[in-house]
Every structure is written in C-alpha cells, then in structure tokens.
DNA sequence: CCACAAACAGGACGGTCGTCCTGTTTTTAA
DNA sequence: TTAAAAACAGGACGACCGTCCTGTTTGTGG
C-alpha cells in the first residue's frame, strides 16, 4: 500500500512560474546590492527555491545575470522611460514627466538604488561579452527612441540643423549621471536639477529652430 | 658565528613607499576591474607586498578602499577636471578641454574603464557610510569648482539668472553618464558627442545672458 | 649598546560562494 | 500503462578570499 508516503508536501511543478519567481528575485537584488555582493544562497532563500531548481533553470550564475538584464532590465527602461516619452505630446513633455514620476518614487521609497541598467553596465559591461552585447543592446534602443520622439516633434514643422542623436545621446548620459550622483548622495536633488535643464534646453533648442 | 645569514634578501623598511605603492596598484585595480572584483591576494602580488606588510598598513580591505578613494580618487578628479577648468579662460573652453584630453587618452589605451569616481560611486556608496561620505565630499568639490567657473565667466559682465549650480550639476552629471555609455558600448563616441553638445549649450546660454 | 616599537615575512584558519552530483517526484509521450 | 524526460530536493565538494596570528628584521630613543 504506501499510499503517498503520508503525503507530507505535494509539489507542483511549475517551470514557467519558477522561473520568473528567480529572475524577479535576482533582478532586484543585482540591482540594489549588485551583482557580486548578491550570493545564490540569498536569492534561493529570498525566492524560496532549492539549489537543485536553481541549477536547472539556469546552470550558472552568468545565465541568471544575463536573464534578468534581457528580461527585466529592457523590460524597465521601457516601461519607464520608452513608453511614457513616446506616449508625451512633445519629448520635453515626456522628458519632464519621467523625470518627475522617478523622482516621487525615489521619495516615496526613501532609498536611491539607482538605475537599473546603470549600475548593471558598470558592473559587468567589462567583464563579459554577453554581458556587454545585451546592455548595449539596452542603451541603443533607449537613445533611438528618444531621437526618434525629438526628430517627431520638428518634423511637425519644417527640418533643421538640430542633431537629434546627440540631444538624446545627451538625455540618456545626464540622466545615468545625475542619478549616479544620487544614489551617491542619497539625495533627488541631482535629478531634479537635471530634469529641468534638460526639459529647459530642448524647449529653447527646438523653439530656436523654428 | 652566524654573520648575517648568508644575507639572502635584504630588507629595507619604506613604509611609505610601500603604502604608496599599495594604494596605486589598488587605485588601478579597484577603478578597472572593480572593488569586490579586485582580491587582495592579486593586489600583493601585483604590487609585491606580503601579507604582514599590508595588515600592517590597512587592516582591512575597507580600509585600503578608502584610502584609495580620498588619497587617489579625489586626486583624480582635481587633476583632471578641476584643475584644467579653472585654468582655463572660459568655462567652455575648460570643459571642450578636459573631454578632448580624456578622449584622446582613451583612444591611446584602446580600451574605456570608466570613471574612477563613479565606478566606486555605484559600487560602494551604498555599502558602507565612510564610503558614501568620502565619495560625496568628492562630488561636492568637483560640481563646486565648475560652478564657480561659470559664475567668474559671468561676473565679467553683469549678474544674470542664469542657475550657475545646475549648470554645473549637468556637467557633472553628463560626463559620468557619458563616460558609462562609453564603458558599456567600449567607444567614446558618448563622450564626444556630450562634449560637444555641453560647451555648445554653456557658450548658447552665457551669450544669451550678456 | 640596548631595550622597544615599528615594519615586514609567511602562512594558517574560518567562512563563504558557485558549482555539481545523486536521488526523488512530477509530467509527458507513446 | 509505462518508459523516459523534465522538474525539483538537498547537500557535498573544492576553490577562494579576507583576516589574523606568530615570528623575524629593521629602525629609534635613551
């Protein structure tokens, strides 16, 4: 007989479910403690999965890594970054708005961790090559959109001499910096100085070119 | 009677040689391959110093991470920016300057480790209260040095509006991200399109303030 | 010349981490 | 129904790393 020994914990395989259980899991710890001060034994616990799960979703910590910036970290920039510039009437409108929504988030949270893709790149860009190829991945479709939203907003009138590339270029690298200096200071000043100049400079720039 | 047995190694006592020595080779290791990244037993290697030699110096790796921030670092920092900046007749032609130094420096090294102070900033700011307050002392120097630039560049002529600090902050804020962006993508396109773009909104604005 | 502290040598020790291995359970395919 | 693969449990193993400890040598003040 030995009818289900006692039947002490049923288990349910759930592959799909466990899965991103982990890279939910990794994606916030990488991106607050950082990749290397993160070990395994602490997200195994924090997402309450066994080594032997671990290992078969993803066979090394590399592959957890590179998961959780092709899923989550792409995934991230966006949903808050993208998505709200293009939905924006003008790029300075979405620019300020992203700028903002980030801000009262900071606030509301009372920790700057920084940005995701950031901390990220600066971790592990130069210590492989996958590792490199997806985060740059990341970073050249964040400019593009945002070059493509600023040539969409004086296409509306006539072409102009204004390099919309390095404008967005521009975007991207002051708003990496300004919330590196956040995370260092602890502080959303950095990024409310920056948001309204950036917001500041391209009203004047593009109402220049018309 | 035992003269000096057979004299093998001599040994000569420089204990600030020695530190001095430590520090940079942990200043090359820490702001390239990173702080965690970086073991100590390379670091005795690489600088040829034992194990007693280094307890003796740094007890512990916090320590010499510190050091290496307030002693390297933040001499870093003064010689490659603050010192060219104020140096220089206009604070555009300081900062056009400093980006074409470093670029063309990169392009001799052929590779882009990133800047020594935001490397350390993203990674260990948030670890530890000595380091954030050792980096942040650093960020406060820098942005406060390119703001009082700005404001001699205008004082020539008569006060204006224009927000001296968050001019500067953006500097600060868009070379950091600019030199991520060029970790991450291992070009200095970033950097030079943000040059470019940062002295030509500086000369705009201070024109525009005359 | 002589104590005494500083400077250094070299290695041991405990803890941690990533990986892998063996076994068990669940699901799927035939 | 049954064989096989996928999904998971749980722990062992080896490597690595930061710290500390005991000894030896060099400099220094009296």
Chains 1, 2 share one sequence.
Not at 60 to 81: C, F, N, P, Y
Not at 83 to 92: D, G, I, K, S
Request: charged residues 25%; neutral net charge; contains cysteine.
């Amino acid at each position: 007989m030995a009818e289900r020994p006692a039947s002490p914990n049923r288990r349910t395989n759930d592959p799909e479910g466990l899965r991103q259980r982990l890279v939910d899991t990794a994606f916030a710890a990488f991106t607050t403690r950082g990749y290397h001060s993160s070990a395994l034994h602490e997200l195994k616990r924090e997402a309450g999965v066994t080594g032997g799960a671990l290992a078969h979703h993803f066979p090394t910590k590399k592959a957890l890594g590179l998961a959780v910036i092709e899923d989550r970290v792409a995934e991230a920039v966006e949903s808050t970054w993208i998505t709200p510039v293009r939905a924006a009437t003008t790029t300075a409108e979405g620019i300020q708005e992203v700028f903002t929504t980030i801000i009262s988030e900071l606030e509301r949270k009372g920790v700057v961790s920084g940005c995701p893709l950031n901390n990220l790149a600066l971790e592990l860009s130069r210590e492989d090559e996958a590792f490199q190829a997806a985060i740059e991945a990341i970073f050249l479709r964040w400019r593009t959109a945002i070059a493509d939203k600023l040539r969409a907003d004086l296409r509306v009138d006539r072409a102009c001499d204004f390099d919309f590339d390095a404008m967005a270029t521009l975007v991207v690298a002051a708003y990496s910096g300004a919330m590196a200096m956040a995370k260092a200071t602890q502080s959303v000043a950095p990024l409310k100085v920056c948001g309204e100049q950036l917001t500041s400079i391209i009203r004047n720039q593009t109402q220049q070119g018309r």
